[in-house]
C-alpha cells in the first residue's frame, strides 16, 4: 500500500520539480530599467523598447514605479538605467555620485484635470498656480498622488508656489499611482494633477474627466536618463546602460517617440541633444 | 500572455511550496515531539509566523536581496528567485504549524506503543509523521493558498517586470491601475480557479490518504 503512495507522490514531486527548474535565472544581456508609471502606462515603452532589443540582441527588464521609488533603486545599486522626471531629485542623484550624468531625454506637459461640471471654476485659468488657489479657497476635492512620484513633486511645488499648506477634508493623499489615481478622481468628482501622456490613454479606455488647465509655464514635464554608476555599484551592467542612453538620445528613437499619438496628440516631445541637433 | 502569467504563477509557488514543505516538515515534526528549553519560544516564534504581514517580508526580502544589501551579490533582486525566496519565508511557518498541530493530535501513547514495539526513535517519527499525513496535506493546502493569492511581496521583490516576473495578483494590480476592469476580473477569476484546484486535489489526496492507512 505505500508503495502506491510513494509512486504517486513521486510523479507528483517529479512534475513539481520540472516546474520548478524551468524558472531559471536570466540570460546574461539584460538591462534593467527604473521607471515611472507614465512612461509605462502611457504605452511609450511598448512601442520604443523593442527597437532597443533587437539592435543589442537585449532584454529590457522595465521595472515601473514611482520616480521617486525608481530613484531609490537607483540609488542602491539596483537597475542599470533611470528614465524619470523629477529635475531636482535627478541632479542630487548625480551630485551625490550615483551616476556619471543626466540627459534630457524628452518633455510632456501636466494637465490639471478634474469633473465637467468644475465646482471650483478653474477652467482656462493662465497657471496651476493659481487653479490650485481657486481649488483651495472652494475647498473642491483634490487628490494628491501622495506618493513622492514625479508628479507628486510638482504638485507640491506647485502648492509652494501658490503659497497654500494643503490640508483637511478637500485634500486627499492616495498613495496610489497616476492610472488608479485617475480612476479614483473621476469616482470621487475630484480635482487632479496628472501627466497629460497617462491622461490621454486613460481617456481613449474610456475616462470621462476633462482637461480644465494646460500650457502653464508652471506644468512643463522633463524627463532625463540617468545609466547608473558602475563605479559605485560594480554589479551594473554600465556598457549595456550607455548604449541604452545613446540609443534613446538618437535621432531615430526621438522620431518614434515624436511620432508616438494617441487620438492625434503626441504625448511627449523630444529634446535630446541630438535631436536639437538635427531640428534647429 | 494571460496563460504565460499564470504558469509562472504557478512554477513560482510550487517552486516556494517544495522547498518549504522540506524544511517545514521535519521541523514540525522536531517541534511536536522533541522538548528543549525555549521551545515555548519557539512555538510562540510559529505562531507569529503564520500571520507575517507579506509586504514585510517583502521589505526585508529586498534590503537583503539589493545590491547594497548583504546578498546583492547574487543579483536576484526583481527576478523569480527572490520571489521564490519571499513565498519560501511566508509558507513555512504554516506548514511548520500544522504540521506541528496534527502531530501533537496524534494519540500521544502510540509513540510509546511503537518504542515498546522495538520501533527506532527514527522509525517512530516517520510513522507518527505518517499517522498525521492528512493534517499534513492540510498545510500544504493552506501555504499554497496564501501564497499563491499574496501581492504585497511579490509586488516588492519581483518588481512585476513583464514577461519576467509578472505573476497573476500583480497583473491584477497593474491592469487595474490602467483601467482595464475586464482583463483584472479575467485574471482574478484564474486565480481562484487555481486556488480552487489546488484545494480541491489536496482534499482528494487528503481522502486517499486516509484509505491507504
Known amino acids: 500500500m505505500l508503495t502506491i503512495n510513494r509512486k504517486i507522490a513521486l510523479a507528483f514531486l517529479t512534475i513539481l520539480t520540472l516546474l520548478a527548474v524551468r524558472c531559471t535565472p536570466q540570460p546574461p544581456a539584460t538591462l534593467r530599467l527604473a521607471t515611472t508609471t507614465s512612461t509605462q502606462d502611457s504605452g511609450l515603452l511598448d512601442i520604443i523598447l523593442p527597437d532597443f532589443e533587437k539592435k543589442f540582441n537585449a532584454r529590457v527588464d522595465v521595472v515601473a514605479v514611482g520616480t521617486g521609488q525608481a530613484i531609490a533603486i537607483g540609488e542602491k545599486g539596483d537597475a542599470d538605467v533611470l528614465l524619470v522626471h523629477d529635475r531636482a531629485k535627478e541632479d542630487k542623484f548625480v551630485a551625490d555620485g550615483n551616476a556619471p550624468a543626466r540627459y534630457d531625454v524628452m518633455y510632456n506637459d501636466f494637465i490639471i484635470v478634474g469633473p465637467a461640471s468644475d465646482p471650483a471654476k478653474i477652467k482656462g485659468m493662465a497657471t496651476a498656480a493659481d487653479a490650485f488657489k481657486a481649488i483651495a479657497a472652494a475647498k473642491a476635492l483634490f487628490i494628491s498622488r501622495g506618493d513622492q512620484s514625479g508628479t507628486n513633486a510638482r504638485e507640491l511645488a506647485i502648492w509652494k508656489a501658490a503659497g497654500i499648506n494643503p490640508a483637511g477634508d478637500w485634500y486627499v493623499s492616495a498613495g496610489q499611482g497616476m492610472g488608479e489615481l485617475l480612476t479614483m478622481t473621476q469616482e470621487r468628482e475630484a480635482y487632479t494633477l496628472s501627466d497629460r501622456g497617462t491622461y490621454l490613454k486613460r481617456r481613449s479606455d474610456g475616462l470621462t474627466l476633462v482637461i480644465l488647465v494646460e500650457g502653464g509655464s508652471d506644468l512643463l514635464n522633463p524627463y532625463g536618463v540617468i545609466p547608473v554608476s558602475a563605479q559605485k555599484f560594480p554589479g551594473v551592467n554600465a556598457d549595456l546602460a550607455q548604449k541604452f542612453v545613446d540609443w534613446l538620445l538618437s535621432v531615430d528613437t526621438q522620431q518614434m517617440i515624436a511620432d508616438y499619438k494617441i487620438d492625434g496628440q503626441s504625448l511627449f516631445i523630444p529634446q535630446s541633444e541630438p535631436w536639437k541637433a538635427a531640428h534647429p | ?213
Open chain 2, 1 to 213: 500572455m494571460i496563460l504565460e502569467i499564470a504558469i509562472r504563477s504557478l512554477q513560482v509557488t510550487i517552486s516556494a511550496l517544495i522547498v518549504s514543505t522540506l524544511i517545514g516538515i521535519p521541523v514540525g515534526a522536531w517541534l511536536a515531539l522533541v522538548r528543549f528549553p525555549a521551545r515555548r519560544v519557539a512555538l510562540a516564534l510559529v505562531y507569529t509566523g503564520m500571520g507575517l504581514p507579506p509586504v514585510v517580508v517583502g521589505l526585508v526580502v529586498y534590503l537583503i536581496l539589493s545590491r547594497s544589501g548583504p546578498l546583492g551579490g547574487l543579483s536576484w533582486l526583481f527576478t523569480i528567485p527572490a520571489m521564490i525566496v519571499a513565498q519560501i519565508i511566508l509558507s513555512i511557518p504554516l506548514i511548520v504549524g500544522i504540521t506541528m498541530s496534527s502531530i501533537l493530535a496524534v494519540d500521544s501513547t502510540l509513540r510509546i506503543q511503537l518504542r515498546a514495539l522495538g520501533a527506532t526513535h527514527w522509525q517512530a517519527t516517520r510513522d507518527l509523521v505518517l499517522e498525521a499525513r492528512s493534517g499534513v496535506v492540510v498545510g500544504l493546502a493552506a501555504g499554497f493558498g496564501a501564497i499563491i493569492s499574496e501581492v504585497g511581496a511579490v509586488m516588492l521583490v519581483g518588481g512585476n517586470i513583464a514577461g519576467q516576473t509578472r505573476v497573476l495578483t500583480t497583473a491584477i494590480v497593474l491592469e487595474t491601475r490602467e483601467g482595464n476592469f475586464d482583463t483584472a476580473l479575467a485574471l482574478g477569476g484564474i486565480l481562484l480557479t487555481l486556488a480552487f484546484a489546488a484545494n480541491l486535489i489536496m482534499v482528494i489526496a487528503q481522502g486517499r490518504l486516509r484509505e491507504i492507512k
